[in-house]
């Protein structure tokens, strides 16, 4: 089967443009998360969707942010008025919620889109 | 907030040396689990470990969980080029949601043939 897609793999945009980032869950999976990794870095939270329940929105950076999905399947990342700093990589994960405790809910990665503002 | 973090940063061995690294948690965690993500690729899952003091094998990685489930440690064995790659732990938020994950900021493992 298919694994989490994204798209496009890489974008180059001019500063003060905006962009949007595409992901494409596993199928079945309801929860779905984003991620910035700025080059050598470690993962930074963005946003999170779990089902039908209001999205987790704790890690977005700036109100320039923001990120929808659309039937509790595909979601996309809008970035506004883009910055220099906003140039990394943007990580999406899907994964399947078994249960609360027993929770071998790995996460499963696309393969990221790179974004470069210049 | 909920903290994890990894140490070392960074690591470089020769092929055959063995390499340890360190996850710690500033709360007790219900489970952890890791990643590795090679270079140009993206994280992929290794483990998770739920039990205090649990200790877990995949060949020659070994995979442990404190007995206060604050801490966790990835050892691999005898190590090998393809284990090229850094080695992420990541724990469930302490804020409320089991299914958002913290992640450490990942130790770099570089091996010289």
């Known amino acids: 089967g298919a694994g989490v897609s994204q798209s496009p793999s890489n974008k180059v945009t001019e500063k003060g443009k905006d962009v949007e980032l595409r992901c494409d869950p596993i199928s079945g999976h309801t929860a779905l998360y984003w991620y910035r990794q700025s080059l050598g870095q470690g993962l930074e939270f963005l946003i999170y969707f779990q089902g039908n329940s209001a999205p987790d929105k704790s890690g977005l950076p700036s109100d320039r942010f923001s990120a929808e999905r659309t039937g509790g399947s595909v979601s996309t990342l809008t970035i506004q008025r883009t910055q220099q700093e906003d140039s990394a990589v943007y990580l999406c994960a899907s994964s399947l919620i078994r249960s609360t405790y027993l929770s071998y809910n790995e996460q499963f990665f696309g393969p990221g889109t790179r974004l470069t503002v210049l | 907030g909920q903290q994890v973090m990894q140490i070392p940063q960074y690591q470089h061995v020769q092929e055959g040396e063995d390499f340890t690294t360190y996850c710690n948690s500033s709360t007790t965690l219900s489970n952890i689990q890791w990643y590795k993500q090679r270079p140009g690729g993206h994280p992929v899952f290794l483990i998770q470990l739920v039990k205090s003091g649990e200790v877990k094998k995949q060949k020659r990685l070994t995979f442990q969980f404190g007995e206060a489930k604050k801490n966790s440690s990835l050892h691999i064995t005898a190590t090998q080029t393809t284990d090229v790659g850094t080695y992420f732990c990541?724990?469930?938020?302490?804020?409320?949601?089991?299914?958002?994950?913290?992640f450490g900021k990942g130790t770099l493992l570089t091996v010289n043939p």
């Open positions: 990541a724990g469930p938020d302490s804020g409320g949601s089991n299914y958002k994950l913290t």
